[in-house]
């Protein structure tokens, strides 16, 4: 319909490693990451309306509008984006570490990007600065096996990416994406670590997207055979499973469940289509820091 503009880089089939990280963190934790941002946005508590709005370039939207698809924001929330230029997370997210350790706090910084950011300079930088200085920062690599179209095998001689930790001695592992109770366990180990003054460490957490790199992706670069091999191994079908089969949990059960998600898809598709677009005099506000800088002027 036309309805959200530009690039928007769907996260199904994912799913796994957002769950798996909210449930071994807390609410303080900073979580950081890429463009593929929606779900680990919602996850980390950003209104499914004001993404919504994000969506839709509204006024409403969690960044005011101005951000879209690649720029979610949620300063309450400690979700710092959503960015759009690869790797650039990468050193942002020791940043807001170093943030963290300055202040003494116990908090962990939680940092995501994809196989095709692990090829960038920023990411060797960073590792060797967040080893030099013990920073609580989980670097997580979400290996959905291809930047943009481009395979890890045709980019890297190293294959497991998870190694890449070695040279700088800095704790790693690969991780099951698929399974969220994995995620979670090689997560709280990590930011357990990170709180105890251990450092960081790095994730290498193996998952699979079911769409294109962005919507407007043909997909020529894989077969619907792999596709179809890894929805065997869907993340929210296995729950769903486990629920079922050691819970008992019953199907009116998850019925209601979906009923509540599905009600709140429709009311923030609603509220995207009712809010207002933004004021022209928005384009240059949040472009600098206004207080405490008299010299910068409207």
């Known amino acids: 319909m036309q309805k959200i503009r530009g690039f928007c880089h769907l996260y199904i089939g994912q799913e796994a490693v957002a769950a798996g990280c909210m449930t071994a963190t807390n609410p303080d934790d900073k979580f950081i ?28 939207g969690c960044s005011k509008g101005k951000g879209g698809s690649m720029h979610f924001f949620g300063v309450k929330e400690n979700f710092f984006g959503g960015h759009g230029i690869v790797g650039a997370q990468i050193g942002t997210g020791a940043g807001l570490a170093f943030a963290e350790k300055y202040r003494d706090t116990n908090n962990a910084v939680l940092c995501f990007f994809g196989d095709g950011a692990a ?28 930047a943009m179209g481009t395979s890890v095998a045709r980019t890297s ?16 592992d690969t991780v099951n994406g698929m399974s969220p109770e994995e995620v979670h366990n090689a997560v709280l180990r990590a930011v357990n670590r990170a709180r105890e003054k251990g450092g960081p460490t790095l994730l290498e957490i193996k998952t699979y997207r079911y769409k294109g790199h962005s919507m407007s992706d043909p997909q ?26 050691q819970y008992s949990v019953a199907d009116a059960e998850i019925e209601t469940i979906n009923e509540r998600v599905r009600q709140e898809v429709e ?32």
């Open 220 to 245: 020529k670069y894989r077969t619907k055979e792999e596709v179809e091999e890894y929805k065997g191994k869907d993340p929210i079908e296995q729950v769903l499973k486990v629920l079922k089969e």
């Open 267 to 298: 009311e923030s598709v609603q509220f995207a289509e009712e809010s207002p677009w933004p004021d022209d005099d928005e384009l240059l506000k949040d472009v600098y820091v206004q207080k405490d800088y008299p010299f910068i002027t409207d």
């Open 119 to 146: 090829r960038q300079g920023m990411l060797h930088e960073t590792f060797n600065m967040a080893m030099l200085w013990k920073l609580p920062v989980v670097f997580i690599c979400e290996n959905n096996n291809y």
């Open 157 to 172: 001689n190293v294959l497991d990416i998870y190694k890449l930790a070695d040279a700088y001695d800095m704790p790693g």
């Open 33 to 60: 990451t890429a463009y593929r941002d929606h779900a680990l946005a919602i996850a980390k508590g950003v209104s499914a309306k004001s993404c919504m709005a994000e969506l839709y370039a509204k006024a409403t």
